[in-house]
């Protein structure tokens, strides 16, 4: 039976008791830099400066990489900000709780209306901290947020860092394939031929020597061609890196929260039936939804108290027999 258990309090002190090596996958979200505030001394998120957040990740992420198994991953989510106005000193209250300001956002080295990029901050400080940086994928928003600004885009895209321990690491590409794209709507090859440019012709067609994903060989050796016209390219393909997914709002919640489809495919790939998924920053506790869905176990951590009793619900709704308080 599958267990689950979040703990209470910083999640750096929650980190420090679990035992080392014993969780397979990491998929998390950390709070933004400057966006909230959550109410709790020693939240972060509140740092003064991005130097100072991105020291909080560093060693967050040095205490999450002690627990993961030598061939575990780590799926991180985090969004970016601006510099705020000159006008106001770059303070904002925040949308969840009214107790304090936000974090001045003018830091030397940036000016007013800047672009953080706290994201690749945060991911290249993790890379010199020994990670292996292996993919940014782009959460790409087909619903984002209304944004009043009129001299750039609105923001649609977050993104979503895989990182390993190790450089060979587990990661089950099978479990999140994709169905394959033909025709106008995707790869233009429909034939066994490929086309080259011929002096003096131009564009010719090749006959192919390697064969296609699924095709069958024909006798000849190794520098046989493969047969039929139309080449069976399989069903599936490699999951790309551009996920498209809707926001997905928790009637629970009172702040943002991880969309399960945007969970889902960092859980099934980063891990196997009955191994460990941890979230230090485990908010409303769709990680650990996702992950006692899938057959894994949960460890969650947590500072708010009201946050903690949410989760609980929202797990134990999900998996009602799944024992509770056992995972670590």
Same mark, same amino acid.
């Not at 020291?55 to 989510?77: C, H």
């Not at 000159?86 to 956002?105: I, W």
């Not at 990670?131 to 923001?155: A, C, G, Q």
């Given at each position: $039976?599958?267990?689950?258990?979040?703990?209470?309090?910083?999640?750096?002190?929650?980190?420090? *008791?679990?035992?080392?090596?014993?969780?397979?996958?990491?998929?998390?979200?950390?709070?933004?830099?400057?966006?909230?505030?959550?109410?709790?001394?020693?939240?972060?998120?509140?740092?003064?400066?991005?130097?100072?957040?991105?020291?909080? $990740?560093?060693?967050?992420?040095?205490?999450? *990489?002690?627990?993961?198994?030598?061939?575990?991953?780590?799926?991180?989510?985090?969004?970016?900000?601006?510099?705020?106005?000159?006008?106001?000193?770059?303070?904002?209250?925040?949308?969840?709780?009214?107790?304090?300001?936000?974090?001045?956002?003018?830091?030397?080295?940036?000016?007013?209306?800047?672009?953080?990029?706290?994201?690749?901050?945060?991911?290249?400080?993790?890379?010199?901290?020994?990670?292996?940086?292996?993919?940014?994928?782009?959460?790409?928003?087909?619903?984002? $947020?209304?944004?009043?600004?009129?001299?750039?885009?609105?923001?649609?895209?977050?993104?979503?860092?895989?990182?390993?321990?190790?450089?060979?690491?587990?990661?089950?590409?099978?479990?999140?394939?994709?169905?394959?794209?033909?025709?106008?709507?995707?790869?233009?090859?429909?034939?066994?031929?490929?086309?080259?440019?011929?002096?003096?012709?131009?564009?010719?067609?090749?006959? *192919?020597? $390697?064969?296609?994903?699924?095709?069958?060989?024909?006798?000849?050796?190794?520098?046989?061609?493969?047969?039929?016209?139309?080449?069976?390219?399989?069903?599936? *393909?490699?999951?790309?890196?551009?996920?498209?997914?809707?926001?997905?709002?928790?009637?629970?919640?009172?702040?943002?929260?991880?969309?399960?489809?945007?969970?889902?495919?960092?859980?099934?790939?980063?891990?196997?039936?009955?191994?460990?998924?941890?979230?230090?920053?485990?908010?409303?506790?769709?990680?650990?939804?996702?992950?006692?869905?899938?057959?894994?176990?949960?460890?969650?951590?947590?500072?708010?108290?009201?946050?903690?009793?949410?989760?609980?619900?929202?797990?134990?709704?999900?998996?009602?027999?799944?024992?509770?308080?056992?995972?670590?």
């Amino acid at each position: $039976m599958s267990k689950w258990a979040i703990h209470p309090g910083d999640t750096r002190a929650s980190l420090a *008791r679990l035992p080392e090596r014993s969780v397979r996958c990491c998929v998390t979200s950390p709070p933004y830099w400057g966006l909230r505030d959550y109410g709790h001394d020693g939240q972060i998120g509140l740092e003064q400066t991005p130097a100072a957040y991105v020291a909080s $990740m560093v060693e967050v992420f040095a205490a999450v *990489r002690r627990v993961l198994t030598d061939d575990g991953t780590l799926w991180l989510n985090l969004g970016d900000s601006y510099t705020g106005n000159a006008s106001t000193g770059g303070t904002g209250k925040s949308t969840a709780y009214a107790v304090r300001d936000l974090p001045n956002k003018n830091t030397p080295g940036l000016k007013p209306k800047d672009l953080v990029g706290i994201p690749w901050r945060v991911a290249f400080a993790l890379q010199a901290d020994g990670w292996y940086l292996r993919s940014d994928i782009i959460w790409h928003k087909p619903n984002p $947020m209304p944004e009043s600004v009129t001299d750039r885009p609105t923001k649609a895209h977050e993104y979503i860092f895989l990182l390993a321990k190790s450089e060979r690491y587990y990661y089950d590409h099978k479990a999140i394939a994709e169905d394959c794209v033909r025709g106008d709507a995707g790869s233009s090859f429909t034939s066994e031929y490929d086309l080259v440019t011929k002096p003096g012709v131009g564009l010719a067609p090749r006959k *192919r020597t $390697m064969p296609p994903i699924g095709g069958v060989k024909k006798a000849g050796g190794d520098n046989a061609t493969y047969s039929g016209n139309t080449p069976d390219f399989g069903t599936t *393909r490699n999951k790309r890196d551009v996920w498209t997914i809707a926001t997905q709002p928790y009637s629970g919640a009172h702040f943002a929260t991880f969309p399960e489809a945007l969970v889902e495919p960092c859980i099934l790939a980063g891990s196997a039936v009955g191994d460990t998924v941890l979230d230090p920053f485990s908010g409303s506790g769709t990680t650990g939804a996702v992950a006692v869905r899938h057959g894994r176990n949960y460890i969650g951590c947590e500072l708010n108290p009201a946050y903690i009793a949410l989760s609980e619900r929202r797990i134990g709704d999900e998996a009602p027999l799944f024992a509770k308080g056992g995972a670590a």
